[in-house]
């Protein structure tokens, strides 16, 4: 039997991901791999199982430890939904990372999303001492590109043939925000 899909009304948080959270993890994207292909890479053999997260949350971990990026999933209603993830973190004069997010079909319209992004933008700020954060998504993804913009994120271009998803090249748009205060310069 499948736990009940939290409500819009369930609190939603964002922590630091753990290997226990492997089997849920997992679960979603097996269940969720035909709806998500759109959006994503082909994933190796093995990727919806617990144990291949398992060992993909061990280097992610790894990645935070040597201060590359800030792991995390979404919680609604005490379940795991989702994930977020802060990657590639660039110190020096640029201070930014990237965003990355996805939340599981049944928790999906429910705000959770923009929730999780309102939350790690405030772990990249204050937690990670970041200026910036970036975040692509493909032209046709628009409930992304209401997430980003409720979040203050704007479009600044687009990367044409970015990313092969499906057997064809995919346009992309990226998208900025400034933590540290003021409008990115135009």
Same mark, same amino acid.
């Given at each position: 039997?499948?736990?009940?899909?939290?409500? @819009?009304?369930?609190?939603?948080?964002?922590?630091?991901?753990e290997?226990?959270?492997?089997?849920?993890?997992? +679960? =979603?994207?097996?269940?969720?791999?035909?709806?998500?292909?759109r959006?994503?890479?082909?994933r190796?053999?093995?990727?919806?199982?617990?144990e291949? *997260?398992?060992?993909?949350?061990? *280097?992610?971990l790894?990645?935070?430890?040597?201060?590359?990026?800030?792991?995390?999933?979404?919680? @609604?209603?005490?379940a795991?939904?989702? *994930?977020v993830?802060?990657?590639? &973190?660039?110190?020096?004069?640029?201070? $930014?990372g990237?965003?990355?997010?996805?939340?599981a079909? +049944? @928790?999906?319209? =429910?705000?959770?999303?923009?929730r999780?992004?309102?939350?790690v933008?405030?772990?990249? $700020?204050?937690? /990670?001492g970041?200026?910036?954060?970036? +975040?692509?998504? *493909?032209?046709?993804?628009?409930a992304?590109?209401?997430? /980003?913009?409720?979040?203050?994120?704007?479009?600044?271009?687009? +990367?044409?043939?970015?990313?092969?998803i499906g057997?064809?090249?995919?346009?992309? &748009?990226?998208?900025?925000?400034?933590?540290?205060g003021?409008?990115?310069?135009?």
């Amino acid at each position: 039997m499948s736990p009940t899909p939290p409500s @819009a009304a369930a609190a939603t948080s964002v922590r630091l991901i753990e290997v226990a959270d492997a089997p849920a993890l997992a +679960a =979603h994207l097996e269940r969720d791999a035909e709806d998500f292909a759109r959006w994503q890479p082909a994933r190796p053999q093995g990727f919806h199982t617990a144990e291949h *997260q398992a060992a993909r949350i061990e *280097q992610l971990l790894a990645t935070h430890r040597s201060g590359g990026g800030w792991p995390g999933v979404i919680v @609604a209603g005490g379940a795991v939904v989702g *994930q977020v993830t802060v990657s590639t &973190i660039l110190r020096g004069p640029l201070q $930014k990372g990237f965003l990355s997010y996805w939340v599981a079909t +049944a @928790a999906q319209g =429910h705000g959770h999303a923009g929730r999780a992004v309102a939350q790690v933008l405030r772990v990249m $700020k204050e937690e /990670l001492g970041l200026h910036r954060a970036e +975040a692509h998504t *493909q032209l046709e993804n628009l409930a992304s590109h209401a997430v /980003l913009r409720r979040n203050g994120f704007t479009p600044w271009g687009v +990367a044409h043939a970015h990313l092969h998803i499906g057997g064809a090249w995919r346009d992309e &748009i990226f998208w900025e925000r400034n933590l540290t205060g003021g409008a990115p310069p135009r």
